[in-house]
């Protein structure tokens, strides 16, 4: 069974910096186009970024230029580096396979990221 474990969240102020970090245990990573997702509380669960097994990336028109998604494949594990953070960030953010190349797996916790002076 797949297990998702999301960290490096947490509480940044506007133009602030954070680094998300997602493992990906019970399988290995390498073969599967994975994403970061981020959930607002009553919004369903938004695509942000994408990265491909062949490690092409695509972004969400709102986090363009601002979030870069990567990934380690010796470690299994997915990045989501999230710069010049502005208060419409603030959400959960997730990592799961890219849903349009396939079914989801069981979500992790995600990773609470508040953006607030």
């Known amino acids: 069974q797949v297990k998702l ?25 390498t073969f599967y186009d994975m994403a970061w997702y981020q959930q607002v509380p009553g919004k369903q669960r938004e695509l942000v970024a994408t990265i491909g097994a062949s490690y092409t990336t695509t972004y969400a028109d709102s986090v363009k230029g601002r979030f870069t998604i ?35 797996w069981s979500w992790g916790q995600g990773a609470q990221v508040t953006v607030s002076s």
Do not use: H, W
Request: hydrophobic share 35%.
């Open 5 to 29: 474990v999301e960290s490096g969240g947490g509480l940044v102020q506007p133009g602030g910096s954070l680094r998300l970090s997602c493992v990906v245990a019970g399988t290995a990573a």
């Open 70 to 104: 990567s990934r380690d494949n010796s470690v299994s594990a997915i990045y989501l580096q999230m710069n010049s953070l502005q208060p419409e960030d603030t959400a959960v953010y997730f990592c799961n396979r890219n849903r349009a190349s396939g079914p989801l």
